[in-house]
C-alpha cells in the first residue's frame, strides 16, 4: 500500500461535468460518482426533487498523488467559490493492484 | 367562471395536486423518490409528443404554421419587456434569467390544460404541441442576449457561445423527448397509432395525476424560500403570468385560434419553464441564482395557473370568442 | 373450499407472490430495485382509494356509516386481548407493538382479497376501502397506551405524546395517500373518474402482479430472521389471524354485512400491518424490536392470508352467510 | 423487402430506439436513470412470459414441442462453429464468450420482432416464447465447455461447476421471471388472463418504445468502445448474425414452422445474448472481456437486426415460404 | 486548506432525522445525506427492502471543527447506543472557498 | 472513541459478493454498500446502464482493527487484480456506542 491523498467534492450536479473535466485535465487515473445526494449548505436544504434538477447535489470520489494535490486545489476552488459545495481531502493509503 | 374554477378543482389531477402539497403542510413523510418523477415526467413528454404528432398529421395546415411562427416571434420578445420592468429589483443576470423563464413554457402547465379541455369536453387540435416545442428556445436566447448586454467579450469566461447555448436548449432532453416524439407521432403508421393509444392515452390523466401529486409537494417545498425572497418577487410571480395571458389572449384572438387552441396558446404565454429554460441559464448564466427564477416558477407560477389560471383564462376566452 | 383455495392460488397476482418466494429460495438474482416497490404500492394505494371514493359516492347509506364506526371501535379494543396473550413471551413494549401490528390492517392483503372477489365474480361495495383507512390508526394508538402502561411520565423521554402519534399516523404517508385519493374519487365529476379508469382499474392487476413479486421476495428474506424468533412467535403469528378473522366473522354476521363485504372486513381483522403501523411503532416505542414485529407481520401473517387466508375465510363465509 | 424494412422503420418502437441513439450523438443530456430500464425491462419479460403461456395453453401441440426441443439443440451446437471461427481472432476465454453470447438470444429482439408481426398484420403463435426461454442456456452451457477445453481441472479456480453454472443460468433473474411468467400464464384462468390484459397488453407497445429509447442510448454510448475493439469484430458482430439467421431459416423450413413461427425463430438464432450469457459468462468465464462480449452484442448485432435485420429476414421468408 | 473533522454516521433512516436535528442544535455549517445504503451489522442484513421502512439505513457525511467534536459524539453516541449503527470521525483538510 | 482502520472499496457489482463473502471470513463486524455508483478507471466509463449489469460497479466501506488490516489486503488484492477497482484505506476514529 502506498499513500494517496483521497479527495471527496460535493456540489451541483450540473457543475459536476465541469469538476470531471478539470480532473481529468489533471491527469487524474480514476473517479466515482454518486449522481444524486441530498444536502445542506450554505444555500440552503438542496434535495434534488425539481424537474430542472437545479437544486440537485452530486457526490464525487478521486485519488491523486500527494504531489499533485497543489494543483488540484488550485482548479478546483474557482469552482466551488462560483457554485458552493465542498471538498475534503483525507490522508489514506491505496491498496495497489 | 366559478363554475369553471370548480370543474378545473375538481379535476382529479389538479385535487392530486392539491394533495401533495397538503402533504408537505402537514409534514407527512408521503414521498415519490427519484426516478419516480423523472419516469412520470418522461412518459408525460412522450405522450404528449407523440399525440400530438398523430394530429399533425391529420390536422396540419397553413394556418397552424403561421400561428407556430407567431408564438415563436412571441416567445423571443417578451424577455425584453420583463426584463425591463425586473431590472428595477434585480441585477442584470437575474432579470435576464427570470425573464427568460417567465417567456418560455411548462410543458406540464400546457398538459393540465389539455386535460382541462378534455374534461369540459371542449375540442383543440394537436398543432399547439409544436408550439410547445418551439416557444421554448427562442425565450432562452433572448435571455441570454440580455444577460450579456453590454458585457465585454472577454468578461464571459464562464459563460457560453450562442451556438453553444442553441445547442444546449435544443439538445435538452426534455425538448429533444418532445420533439422527437412529435416526429414519431407524425410518421407512425395509423395502426401503430393506435397500438400505442393504451399507454400514450388510456393511463395518461393516471400518470399526470401522480406526477402533480409529486409536484404539490415540490411546489409547497419551496414555500420557505419564497419567504425569503420577499413580497415583490412573488408579486411579479403572480402579476408577470397574468400580463402574459393577456397578451396571448390578444394575440390568439388576432390569428383567429379556434377557442380550445386559444387556451393552449394563452397557457403556454402564461406559463413559465421550469425545466429547460432554469437548466439553460444555469449553464449559460452561472452568476443567476436558481433560487430566483426556480423558485418562482414553480413555487408560485405553476400553482397558480393549474389551480385558477386556467379557468380563468378560458372564461375570458369564453366572453371574447 | 379446496375450489376456492385453487380459485386463488391460480390467480395471478398470488402465483406471482410465490415466483417471488421461488426466486428466494432458489438464489436467484431476481431482484425489483427501490424505488419501483415503491411506485407500485403508491399506485396501489391510490388506485384502490380512489376507486373506493367513486363507489362510495355512489353507494353510501346508513348501514355503511355503522359499519365503519364498529370497525373503527374493533380496531381499538382488539390489541388488549393480544397484548394479554403476548405478554406471556414477550417485554412489555414488544408485546404492545406487536398487539397494535396485527390489529391494524393491511392494505395490499385487502386489495389481494378484492382482486380474488373479482376473479370469482362476487360483488362488494366501495366503502370498505373507507374500513381499511380507519381500523389502520385506533390500534396505533391502543398499541401506545399499551406500551406505556404504568409508567411514570417522565421516562418516556424517547417517546411521544398521543397528540403527536396521532399526527404521525394520519400523517403516514401510505394512508394521507389513500385517505387524499378516497377523497378524490368522492369529489371527482364522474367524466373524470371515467377518464382515470384505464390507470386506476385497467393496469391494477398487473401492477399488483408485480407488486407481489416483489413482497414475495421480501417475505422469503425474513425466513431466516424468522429462524431465529423460535416456533412459540410463528405460532402466534398464525393463531391470531386466525381468531382476528373468527371475530370479524361474528361482528360481520351481526351488522349483516353482504358476504363480499364480510370477507373483506375478515380480511382486514385477519390482517396484520406492515406499513403504517411498523412505522408509528418505530418513532412512539423505540424499545420494541421491528425484527419481531415486521418480520412475523410480513414473513408469516401476509403470506398465509394472502394464499390460503382469503378463500378459507370466504368459504366460512359461504357456509354462514 | 423495401417495404418491409420501411414498416419496420416506421414503427415507433424502432423510432424511439433511433431517437435515443440520436440524443447520445447530439449529447443531448436524455437519461433514463435506473431503475426505469430495469422496471421496464421487468415488465417486458412478465408480459411476453404470461401472454406466451396463455397462447401455449391454447395452442400447444406435438409439432411445437418438437420445433422446441430442435430450438434447444441448435442452441448447444452452435457456440461450436463461431468458437472456431472466433479463435482466428481472440484467445480461448474471449472466443468462447462471444460464440455463447452469440448462440443464446434476446429477450428484447423476440419482443421487437412480435411487434413487427403485430403492426403488419401477421399471426405467430404462444410457443415460441417457450423457445426464447429454451435457447438461452444450452448456448451458455456448451460456450462454458469451450472456455474450459484442454484446461487441467486445477486450474479452474475462479470457475465454476456445470451444476453450478446451470443453476445460475436457471435462476438468472430475467430467464426465472419469463419462464415464471410463461407458467402463470398456463395456469391462469382464462377470466384471469382477460383482467391482466390491459397491464400486459395494452400499454406493452408504449413501454416497449421506452425501453428501446433507452436502449437507443445505451447501444449508442457502446460506440467509442467500439472503434477501440477494431474492424473485425465489428465485422464477426454482423456477420455472424446473418450467417445464424440463415441457419434458422433453413431449420425453420425443415421442420415446416408458419412464416410468422419462423421469424420470431430465426430472430431468435440471430440475435445474441445481452442480458443471461454475458451475466453467466461474467461469473463462469470470468478470463473474457464484457467489454467485447457485451459491446459487440449491445453496440452492434442488436441495433442490427432490430432496425433492418427484422424486416430482412422476414422478406427472405416470404420469398420461401 | 484548514483541518477539520470528517464525520460520518450511518444508522436507521428514521433515526437519522433525529441525527440531522441534533446536529444542526450544535451548529455543523452543512452535511450530505444518502438516503438508503445496504448495510450488515450486528442487527444482520438491512436492505431496505421492507414496505415500512423499518430495515432501512441512511448515510450522512458532515464536518466539524476539531473542538468541536466532543460536544458532537457526546449527542450522537446516545442515539447510537439506542438504535445501532456506526460514526466513523477522520482528520481532513477543507478546502475553503 | 478509538483507533479504527476505514476500509472502502469500489469494484464490479458482480465480484462486490465475492469481497463481501472474504470480508465476512475475515471477521469484519460489518459494512454499508451502495449498490450502483458511476466511474471512471483503467477500464474506462463504467455507468451501470447495460441491461446485464456488466458496466456497473458497487461501492463498499468496512471498518477493521489495526492489526487486521495486513490479512484483509492480502484477501482483497486478488480479487482486484483480476477484476480492477480501487481499495483505500484511511485511519479513523470509531466512536464506539
Ligand atoms: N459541512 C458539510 N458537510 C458535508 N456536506 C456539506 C457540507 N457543507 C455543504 N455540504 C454539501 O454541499 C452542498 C452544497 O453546499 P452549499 O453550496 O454550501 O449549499 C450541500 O447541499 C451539501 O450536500
Ligand atoms: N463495521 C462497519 N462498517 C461499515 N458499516 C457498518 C459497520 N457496522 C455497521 N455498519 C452499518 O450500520 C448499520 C447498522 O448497524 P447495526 O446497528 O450494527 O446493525 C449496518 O446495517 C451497516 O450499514
Ligand atoms: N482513482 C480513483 N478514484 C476513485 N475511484 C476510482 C479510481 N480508480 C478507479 N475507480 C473506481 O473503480 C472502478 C473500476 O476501476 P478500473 O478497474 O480501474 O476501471 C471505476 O469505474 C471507478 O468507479
Ligand atoms: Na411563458
Ligand atoms: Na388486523
Ligand atoms: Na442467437
Redesign the pocket.
Known amino acids: 500500500m502506498r499513500p494517496i491523498k483521497r479527495v471527496e467534492i460535493i456540489t451541483d450536479s450540473v457543475e459536476m461535468t465541469h469538476v470531471i473535466r478539470v480532473l481529468e485535465q489533471q491527469g487524474?487515473?480514476?473517479?466515482?460518482l454518486i449522481d444524486s445526494v441530498v444536502g445542506r449548505g450554505e444555500r440552503g436544504m438542496r434535495r434534488g426533487d425539481d424537474p430542472s434538477g437545479a437544486f440537485q447535489n452530486s457526490y464525487l470520489?478521486?485519488?491523486c498523488e500527494p504531489e499533485q494535490i497543489e494543483a488540484l486545489v488550485a482548479v478546483i476552488r474557482p469552482i466551488l467559490q462560483r457554485r458552493g459545495g465542498i471538498c475534503l481531502v483525507t490522508d489514506s493509503w491505496w491498496l495497489r493492484h | 367562471m366559478p363554475e369553471l374554477v370548480i370543474a378545473n378543482l375538481f379535476n382529479p389531477p389538479v385535487l392530486f395536486f392539491l394533495l401533495g402539497a397538503l402533504a408537505v403542510t402537514v409534514r407527512s413523510d408521503l414521498d415519490l423518490p427519484q426516478p419516480i418523477p423523472r419516469l412520470l415526467s418522461l412518459y408525460l413528454l412522450l405522450a404528449i409528443g407523440f399525440k400530438g404528432g398523430v394530429v399533425l398529421r391529420q390536422s396540419a395546415n397553413e394556418q397552424a404554421l403561421w400561428a407556430l411562427a407567431i408564438a415563436s416571434a412571441l416567445s423571443a420578445v417578451m424577455p425584453l419587456y420583463m426584463f425591463w420592468l425586473l431590472r428595477r429589483k434585480l441585477d442584470q443576470p437575474n432579470a435576464a434569467a427570470l425573464a427568460a423563464t417567465y417567456a418560455s413554457v411548462s410543458a406540464v402547465t400546457f398538459i393540465t390544460a389539455s386535460a382541462f379541455l378534455d374534461q369540459i369536453g371542449h375540442g383543440y387540435s394537436g398543432f399547439m404541441v409544436a408550439g410547445l416545442a418551439l416557444m421554448e428556445w427562442p425565450a432562452i436566447i433572448t435571455g441570454l442576449f440580455l444577460a450579456r448586454l453590454g458585457e465585454r467579450p472577454s468578461q464571459n469566461a464562464a459563460g457560453m457561445s450562442i451556438a453553444k447555448l442553441l445547442h444546449e436548449s435544443l439538445t435538452n432532453g426534455s425538448v429533444l423527448l418532445l420533439l422527437g416524439s412529435l416526429a414519431i407521432g407524425l410518421l407512425a403508421a395509423p395502426r401503430a397509432a393506435e397500438t400505442l393509444k393504451p399507454f400514450t392515452e388510456g393511463i395518461f390523466y393516471g400518470a399526470l395525476s401522480l406526477f402533480l401529486l409529486d409536484m404539490g409537494m415540490v411546489a409547497a417545498r419551496r414555500a420557505d424560500v419564497l419567504r425569503r425572497l420577499g413580497l415583490s418577487l412573488v408579486a411579479f410571480a403572480i402579476g408577470l403570468p397574468l400580463v402574459n395571458a393577456a397578451i396571448g389572449l390578444i394575440v390568439a384572438r388576432l390569428i383567429s385560434l379556434t377557442s380550445g387552441d386559444a387556451l393552449l396558446f394563452v397557457v403556454l404565454c402564461a406559463s413559465a419553464s421550469y425545466i429547460a429554460a432554469p437548466a439553460a441559464m444555469r449553464h449559460a448564466v452561472p452568476e443567476a441564482d436558481p433560487a430566483i427564477y426556480v423558485t418562482l416558477a414553480l413555487g408560485v407560477t405553476f400553482p397558480l395557473n393549474v389551480t385558477v389560471g386556467i379557468p380563468l383564462y378560458m372564461s375570458a376566452i369564453q366572453s371574447l370568442w
Chains 1, 5, 6 share one sequence.
Do not use: H, K, W
Open positions: 487524474v487515473s480514476g473517479y466515482t470520489i478521486t485519488t
